[in-house]
């Protein structure tokens, strides 16, 4: 007989399948294959669950899942030219601060504000006052977002610069 793999016999976990040198078509089967077999099964009913269920989700689950993931994804995409404004705004109340008079600060309000494309606040919508150091420029403004039909994500937006 040949073997079909030659490991040291200490080492095998069973024994080997081999073909009779004779050619004929018979095969053997080890009894520790017909061992596994039989522990295979036992472990097999002794899981907690039924047998032929795979864990995960459903196509219902990865279908709710997936809108939710869109509907947030899409109203983050609706909030971000918002953010990007508010912070365009910031910078032209913090360059207007250091204007030495009012209405400089309100001119470069208005020139910083139309190279930078914010529409929601002008140079005459801040309360601007004289300070120990300067200017203090503050501003506050609402901006809303319709999300669906009546529906609107609101955003009240404030800051001052020194």
């Given at each position: 007989m040949q073997t079909l793999f030659a490991m040291p016999t200490a080492q095998r976990p069973f024994q080997s399948v081999s073909r009779?040198?004779?050619g004929s078509a018979s095969r053997v089967v080890s009894r520790s294959a017909s061992a596994l077999?039989?522990?295979s099964s036992a472990a097999a009913s002794s899981r907690i669950g039924s047998p032929g269920r795979v864990a995960g989700l459903t196509l219902w689950s990865w279908l709710v899942l997936l809108g939710l993931g869109a509907l947030l994804l899409g109203t983050g995409v609706r909030c971000l030219p918002v953010l990007l404004e508010y912070q365009a705004v910031n910078k032209a109340a913090h360059r207007a601060a250091r204007a030495e008079t009012v209405a400089e600060a309100r001119a470069e309000f208005d020139r910083i504000a139309l190279v930078e494309g914010v529409r929601s606040v002008q140079g005459t919508d801040l309360a601007i006052e004289p300070g120990a150091g300067?200017?203090?420029?503050?501003f506050a403004y609402q901006r809303e977002i319709p999300l669906v039909g009546s529906a609107y994500l609101a955003f009240k937006l404030s800051g001052d610069a020194p």
């Amino acid at each position: 007989m040949q073997t079909l793999f030659a490991m040291p016999t200490a080492q095998r976990p069973f024994q080997s399948v081999s073909r009779p040198a004779s050619g004929s078509a018979s095969r053997v089967v080890s009894r520790s294959a017909s061992a596994l077999g039989a522990r295979s099964s036992a472990a097999a009913s002794s899981r907690i669950g039924s047998p032929g269920r795979v864990a995960g989700l459903t196509l219902w689950s990865w279908l709710v899942l997936l809108g939710l993931g869109a509907l947030l994804l899409g109203t983050g995409v609706r909030c971000l030219p918002v953010l990007l404004e508010y912070q365009a705004v910031n910078k032209a109340a913090h360059r207007a601060a250091r204007a030495e008079t009012v209405a400089e600060a309100r001119a470069e309000f208005d020139r910083i504000a139309l190279v930078e494309g914010v529409r929601s606040v002008q140079g005459t919508d801040l309360a601007i006052e004289p300070g120990a150091g300067g200017l203090r420029v503050r501003f506050a403004y609402q901006r809303e977002i319709p999300l669906v039909g009546s529906a609107y994500l609101a955003f009240k937006l404030s800051g001052d610069a020194p």
